[in-house]
């Protein structure tokens, strides 16, 4: 069992930074492919940044060159730091560990001002 807890969101202007972090507890990260999503009222939650236990990052179009997934295993943590806010970034950001299958932490929010 792993559980997962999100911290870091909070209101930025846009054009700000933001670094949201996940730590984990039960089990060690180092063995899971980490993900962060979003999700906005009546949409559907979307994968933003993942994270292989090999190291392999993934980013959704709509985030390259502005966020970066880390993880640092030694404090079974791991970061999306956020660059660049926009508006349209404004969700509700929730880590996972192993998949959609997997484990959800309880999310955190995110809201960006024009």
């Known amino acids: 069992q792993v559980q997962l807890v999100e911290s870091g969101g909070r209101l930025v202007q846009a054009g700000g930074s933001l670094r949201l972090s996940c730590a984990a507890s039960?089990?060690?990260?180092?063995?899971?492919?980490m993900g962060w999503f979003r999700q906005v009222p009546g949409k559907e939650r979307e994968l933003v940044a993942s994270?292989?236990?090999?190291?392999?990052?993934y980013y959704v179009d709509s985030v390259k060159g502005r966020f970066t997934i880390s993880r640092d295993n030694a404090k079974n943590t791991v970061y999306l730091q956020m660059n660049s806010l926009k508006p349209a970034d404004t969700a509700v950001y929730y880590c996972?560990?192993?998949?959609?299958?997997?484990?959800w932490g309880q999310g955190t929010q995110v809201t960006v001002s024009s």
């Open positions: 039960g089990r060690f990260l180092s063995t899971y492919n």
């Open positions: 996972n560990a192993g998949g959609t299958a997997g484990y």
């Open positions: 994270i292989r236990n090999i190291g392999t990052t």
